[in-house]
């Protein structure tokens, strides 16, 4: 595996570490809003599509398919490319191919445009987020657990507000409105610019400073199993988080024969508790070690999924959050393990990742979806609940120090 073999070497060296740039860190996670949020209206506008085009599920299926394969897929090739041949405006291309993809489907007028241009919005996001990782780790002044939490944040907002401007703006307005979004990415694509001439800047100081050689002081082994389980516990993470994101409204109908407004309030509750959790693992993590973050917040998490089947609605809405909370906090701490388990490889292992997230939560929609169908949405959740059951990998990852 290069990965371990790189790190093996522990040539990677590293400048004294510096104050954080939190005008950048908020820039950043900012940019990160308007570009998950403008992902976000690839899904959001579906129904508008189906009818406009007389789309059948296999049709979105495929839409969805163009979209998160070149999202993800692409997303490692990237940070592998940009690690080796460093590339600070790169990011800046990366709302070139958004606002390309937003223009071409506010104006598409066959299957086929369609499909080209929600690829373009994919690509677009491949180049973003190993990139905008990269900067936000940049200007962590090594803080990078909280760096990472609150970029991510930034993005989980965004998601959440893509169904939002969907309902608002295109609903109403039609399909040709997302060209006002196409113009959304340039303003963007002008915020970057300027983050990418402070990180120009920035590189050419650390290249100006004396460097301090850095090692994790593991073998090549024991970095690629590390990196194993880690993905392995993302897949844990993301499939159990797809069950909540695209079934608890049917699961909470379904149940307590709630309406869908209750449902819907219910899953926002989530998806809050969710954004919370994100910020916070970064932090903790910084000040007591990633290991000990996924313990809790993959293992920790299993004795409220084994409740929830069994819940009554009160009891419900309780677990839901604590769930949202303890399982988002994860991410940061794994992907920052990750990049210390790399040192020097942070394009590559953020955009694998990222990567991973995308595929793990388009899979995971696809295989819950088909459960479901052949048994029932509740044992969907009694067969989810044992997901977490896989953190006791944990075991199994070194403590890092810092060298």
């Keep these: ?27 950043i996670a900012a ?26 599920f296999a049709q979105i299926g495929l839409i969805t398919f163009c979209f998160q394969m070149t999202a993800s897929v692409l997303q490692p090739v990237v940070g592998a490319i940009t690690d080796k041949r460093p590339m600070p405006r790169s990011i800046v291309f990366s709302m070139v191919f958004t606002a390309c993809g937003l223009a071409l489907v506010s104006q598409a007028s066959h299957y086929g445009m369609l499909l080209a241009a929600v690829a373009m ?19 962590s002044g090594g803080r ?29 307005g039609g399909q040709a409105t997302l060209l006002f979004f196409a113009v959304v ?34 073998s090549r082994g024991r970095v690629s199993a590390s990196l194993v389980i880690l993905t392995v516990l993302l897949f844990s993470k993301n499939f159990y988080m797809q ?3 695209s079934y608890l409204q049917f699961y909470l109908i379904e149940t307590f024969h709630v309406s869908v407004h209750t449902a819907q309030m219910y ?12 910020f916070a693992g970064g932090p903790i993590g910084d000040r007591i070690g990633r290991k000990y973050v996924i313990w809790i917040s993959i293992l920790g998490v299993f004795p409220f999924t084994a409740a929830l089947p069994y819940a009554s609605l009160q009891a419900s809405f309780v677990l839901i959050m604590v769930i949202g909370f303890i399982l988002a906090s994860a991410f ?27 595929g793990f939560g388009g899979i995971g929609a696809a295989v819950l979806g088909q459960i479901a169908d052949m048994t029932s949405i509740g044992f969907v959740y009694k067969l989810c609940a044992f997901l977490p059951l896989i953190g006791l990998l944990t075991v199994f990852l070194p403590n890092i120090r810092r060298r």
């Design 1 to 27: 595996m290069t990965i371990a073999t790189d790190t093996a070497k522990a040539a990677t060296a590293v400048a004294p570490r510096q104050r954080a740039a939190y005008s950048v860190i908020f820039a």
């Design 243 to 245: 069950s909540m994101t």
């Design 332 to 358: 940061s701490a794994i992907v920052v393990m990750g990049q210390e388990l790399v040192p020097g490889r942070v394009g590559l292992i953020s955009g694998l990742f990222y990567g991973l997230s995308f």
């Design 144 to 172: 990078y657990g909280f760096a990472q939490s609150f970029f991510q944040v930034g993005g989980n907002a965004g998601g959440a507000l893509g169904p939002l401007m969907a309902a608002l703006i295109i609903v109403s």
């Design 267 to 278: 899953l926002f509750a989530f998806l809050a508790a969710v954004a919370v959790g994100t």
């Design 185 to 218: 990415a340039l303003v963007n694509l002008a915020i970057l610019w300027k983050i990418s001439s402070w990180y120009r800047g920035h590189r050419a100081a650390q290249a100006a400073r004396k460097m301090t050689p850095v090692s994790t002081g593991l």
């Design 31 to 56: 940019c990160h809003l308007l570009n998950d949020m403008m992902q976000a209206l690839v899904p959001a506008i579906y129904p508008i599509l189906k009818e406009t085009y007389a789309l059948d």
């Design 121 to 139: 919005i994919g690509v677009g996001s491949a180049i973003f987020h190993p990139e905008a990782a990269r900067i936000a780790r940049s200007a």
